[in-house]
């Protein structure tokens, strides 16, 4: 097969792009196995394990728990398709998170902050338009939003499981991501119903958050079984994973309602996320 | 007369580029022009096809190349599909 890697000048450019904190999404069934072993490649937080099948290697994708694909399930792929199914790639991780596995639980994407939370990157070993669309549940649009707040270098992201129903209820992860400046210190993820203007200030923050009955419970029932780790510690990344649990069918009243999340640093109050939104739909 | 417009439009270059700048979204179309058959319906595409779509969905603008530029520095987000065999 002919080789369309990336030149030395390609790589050095791709390299210094996020030396400036700048943040890349690729993909690319080959890009481990032709660059493994160049610098370029450990910039993603992969290591490259295999080159997959000349076909038949992606049949389905599912997201990993706690990271920015939580809650996307078995989403279908293009099976033994030239070209999006030729010889895929598997990796492990190397300082990022793995955030899709497909169906033999090889692990195929990856996202990394940097050794230092210093820049973004997602690293995908199969195409993203060879995913099928599951209806409203799980669609390349919903998956784009989180790849997107991601790659902006958002601090509060909510995972791709970002509309709940009402009627059925169900979970949301909540990713904190600052940086290593942050290790070690406590903070609590607040929400409103209200929107995220004009907010209010708080300690030396400004919380984009509008103060309503929903804010209020929230702040009193952290950490209940509804809230799992909504106040904590950061690890020694500067990160932590909450996870909002309806625990069953919400008021339908509910239903068209966005409910937004940011978190903020406390002891003392000086940092506050920006904001991400929860769709309540029927 | 000409001055003050001439401020006005400084002005608001300063004002508006940082807006601008924020979500430059660069996509980089490596994929040899490789096709497959797209999944929802849209005819034989190739690999940008699905991610731009995502993008305009979304309501994200963004500039497509097929050749990398040398000064990626106007950008702040790269899309890098480079398909199979790279």
């Known amino acids: 097969?002919?080789?369309?890697?990336?030149?030395?000048?390609?790589?050095?450019?791709?390299?210094?792009?996020?030396?400036?904190?700048?943040?890349?999404?690729?993909?690319?069934?080959?890009?481990?196995?032709?660059?493994?072993?160049?610098?370029?490649?450990?910039?993603?937080?992969?290591?490259?394990?295999?080159?997959?099948?000349?076909?038949?290697?992606?049949?389905?994708?599912?997201?990993e728990d706690d990271t920015l694909m939580s809650g996307a399930q078995q989403i279908a792929y293009t099976y033994g398709s030239a070209y999006p199914?030729?010889?895929?790639?598997?990796?492990?991780?190397?300082?990022?998170?793995?955030?899709?596995?497909?169906?033999?639980?090889?692990?195929?994407?990856?996202?990394?902050?940097?050794?230092?939370?210093?820049?973004?990157?997602?690293?995908?070993?199969f195409w993203f338009g060879a995913m099928h669309d599951s209806g409203a549940t799980c669609n390349k649009a919903m998956i784009m939003v989180a790849y997107m707040r991601y790659l902006m270098g958002d601090t509060m992201v909510v995972s791709v499981a970002n509309e709940i129903s009402v009627t059925a209820g169900g979970t949301a992860d909540l990713l904190l991501e600052a940086d290593a400046t942050y290790a070690g210190r406590t903070y609590a993820v607040l929400g409103s119903l209200s929107g995220t203007t004009p907010g209010f200030n708080f300690g030396s923050a400004h919380i984009p958050l509008n103060m309503d009955a929903v804010f209020n419970f929230i702040r009193t029932h952290w950490n209940s079984a509804m809230l799992a780790n909504f106040q904590a510690t950061l690890d020694a990344s500067g990160r932590a994973v909450a996870t909002l649990n309806t625990m069953g069918p919400l008021n339908p009243a509910y239903a068209g309602k966005t409910l937004n999340f940011a978190w903020i640093a406390m002891n003392p109050v000086d940092y506050a996320s920006n904001p991400s939104p929860l769709k309540f739909v029927p | 007369?000409?001055?003050?417009?001439?401020?006005?439009?400084?002005?608001?270059?300063?004002?508006?580029?940082?807006?601008?700048?924020?979500?430059?979204?660069?996509?980089?179309?490596?994929?040899?022009?490789?096709t497959f058959q797209d999944p929802e319906g849209g005819g034989q595409v190739d690999a940008t096809?699905?991610?731009?779509?995502?993008?305009?969905?979304?309501?994200?603008?963004?500039?497509?190349?097929?050749?990398?530029?040398?000064?990626?520095?106007?950008?702040?987000?790269?899309?890098?599909?480079?398909?199979?065999?790279c």
């Open chain 1, 1 to 63: 097969m002919t080789d369309y890697s990336l030149t030395a000048g390609q790589q050095q450019d791709l390299i210094d792009f996020l030396n400036a904190g700048s943040s890349i999404y690729i993909e690319g069934n080959d890009f481990g196995y032709y660059h493994k072993s160049n610098p370029v490649y450990s910039m993603f937080g992969a290591t490259y394990v295999g080159d997959g099948n000349a076909t038949g290697n992606v049949q389905n994708l599912a997201g």
């Open chain 1, 85 to 125: 199914d030729q010889y895929v790639d598997y990796i492990t991780a190397n300082g990022g998170d793995l955030i899709f596995k497909s169906q033999e639980q090889r692990n195929r994407a990856v996202s990394y902050a940097g050794p230092n939370g210093t820049y973004r990157a997602i690293y995908a070993t």
């Open chain 2, 1 to 34: 007369m000409r001055l003050r417009l001439l401020a006005i439009m400084t002005a608001l270059a300063f004002l508006l580029a940082p807006m601008a700048l924020s979500q430059s979204i660069l996509v980089w179309d490596k994929d040899h022009n490789l």
């Open chain 2, 49 to 85: 096809y699905g991610v731009t779509k995502a993008l305009t969905a979304n309501g994200y603008t963004f500039t497509k190349v097929t050749t990398l530029p040398a000064d990626l520095s106007p950008y702040n987000i790269l899309f890098v599909i480079m398909g199979s065999y």
